[in-house]
């Protein structure tokens, strides 16, 4: 489905019709390059742990001009990602920022690029990058259907991000949990042997992992491993040895 004004994918659409994150930005960047008759190369760029990475590309020689922009750190695509402006180059020949970039991309055939910013000022910002074989082949291009796309990019970069941060949570959740627990147990057993109230014994179990330089957790499943085989809730019942 479309939106007939435009051209452009329905993204609600997209979502429901695609497998994955990588598969909805692929999508995308095809959209792109239809939307965009004089470009011949569309990638998309998102940071991940502070490097950018050209998730997916479509046509000729974007993903080899986005990794040469990567490799000297510097080029039209990595100042959009970083300022959160639309960057453009008009003619590659007549250009003078970046260093050697743009004659290497007027050696590989392309005249003229776009940039747009992605999620601009996050920690999983992008770019949406357009290349083409002629000089000024953005000029008389109305950039508003290019700009949607990017927007709809960066929606989905939120909410993949949202999903992650969800997942990490409940993971972090589930392992503190399980630190809970196996903690509780070597307090028990401590007040047993011991015969000593539960924040004394949780003491004297702090006092040894700051002694022996050894985290709580792992202090206190050694000290049920040695009593009952294994720590409960890890697979094996807790049970005195004979």
Known sequence: MTDQSSGLPDVTSLLLSTQSFEEFLQAL??????????????GITVEQEHRPVTVVSAGANARDLDEAQYGQDDGPCLSALR???????????????????????????TLSSVSLPIAAH?????????????????ADLDLGDLRKLAAQASGAIAIAQRIADTRQYAADLQEAMKSRS?????IGVIMG??????????????????????????????????????????????????
Not at 126 to 132: E, V
Not at 197 to 215: C, M, T, Y
């Open 29 to 42: 960047a095809d959209s792109a390059l239809e939307v965009t008759p004089t470009a011949n190369g569309a």
């Open 83 to 109: 300022s959160g402006e639309e960057v453009l180059v008009p003619d590659m020949l007549g250009e003078g920022r970046w260093g050697p970039y743009p004659a290497y991309a007027a050696s590989c055939g």
């Open 122 to 138: 996050t920690h999983t910002a992008g770019a949406l990058n357009l290349y083409s074989p002629k000089a000024q082949g953005f």
């Open 182 to 186: 196996v903690i509780d147990q070597a």
């Open 193 to 242: 042997q011991q015969r000593c109230p539960a924040d004394e014994a949780f003491g004297l179990l702090r006092s040894a992992s700051q002694r022996r330089n050894v985290k709580l957790r792992d202090l206190c499943a050694e000290l049920i491993t040695n009593v009952g085989g294994s720590p409960a809730g890890e697979g094996r019942p807790l049970r005195p040895r004979p």
